[in-house]
Nanobody, 111 residues
Framework: QVQLVESGGGLVQAGGSLRLSCAASGSIFKLHTVGWYRQAPGNQRELVAQITGLGTTNYADSVKGRFTISKDNAKSTAYLQMNGLKPEDTAVYYC?????WGQGTQVTVSS
């Protein structure tokens, strides 16, 4: 049984930073694409960043230059470093690993 557990969310002032972690356990295929998504109230879930098994990354235009996705295959953990946070980044952030999803972690950015 694969489980994903996100952590690292919280409340931060605009301009601040947070690092989200997504720890995978169980029979995880380490070369799967890992994605970070977010969903704000009243909005659809949107892709924030993605990293393939070969390390190719892809970012939403709204976070380019501010967020960085990475993955440590040895630890079966993915990360999302978020710098220069803005109030519009406020959302629940979810990680996906292949077809599996975590439970989400809340990120709130105050102005």
């Amino acid at each position: 049984q694969v489980q994903l557990v996100e952590s690292g969310g919280g409340l931060v002032q605009a301009g601040g930073s947070l690092r989200l972690s997504c720890a995978a356990s169980g029979s995880i295929f380490k070369l799967h694409t890992v994605g970070w998504y977010r969903q704000a109230p009243g909005n659809q879930r949107e892709l924030v960043a993605q990293i393939t098994g070969l390390g190719t990354t892809n970012y939403a235009d709204s976070v380019k230059g501010r967020f960085t996705i990475s993955k440590d295959n040895a630890k079966s953990t993915a990360y999302l470093q978020m710098n220069g946070l803005k109030p519009e980044d406020t959302a629940v952030y979810y990680c996906s690993w292949g077809t599996k999803w975590g439970q989400g972690t809340q990120v709130t950015v105050s102005s």
